[in-house]
């Protein structure tokens, strides 16, 4: 995987977890409200399991685009979901 796989990856989890926490979470945001960086390191650690696990499907410098974009939303969905389920009620 070379540097532009890495960027694409970074871009990508950076897009989806601001375009989530704009169409999703704006009634929640506060001048605090940093939750969009646990979408975005979801989002890139579930974008680099699925490139690395499931190998297939176009390449762009070696990043498997297709299970990178299902591992993206999916890494994003689950790391949220713990966060809002666990961590958040007990910061409260």
């Known amino acids: 995987m070379g540097i532009w796989a890495w960027?694409?990856?970074l871009a990508a989890?950076?897009?989806l977890a601001t375009a989530?926490?704009?169409l999703f979470f704006a009634k929640d945001r506060t001048p605090r409200g940093h939750d969009w960086i646990y979408i975005a390191i979801?989002?890139?650690i579930g974008g680099f399991?699925?490139?690395a696990w499931y190998?297939?499907?176009p390449l762009i410098d070696g990043l498997n685009v297709v299970p990178a974009?299902?591992?993206l939303i999916f890494g994003a969905f689950v790391v949220e979901?713990?966060?809002r389920m666990v961590l958040r009620p007990q910061q409260s």
Do not use: K, W
């Open 69 to 71: 974009a299902a591992g």
């Open 13 to 15: 989890s950076a897009a």
């Open 49 to 51: 399991t699925g490139h």
């Open 7 to 9: 960027l694409i990856l």
């Open 81 to 83: 979901y713990v966060y």
């Open 55 to 57: 190998p297939g499907g």
């Open 20 to 22: 989530a926490q704009f």
């Open 42 to 44: 979801g989002a890139l």
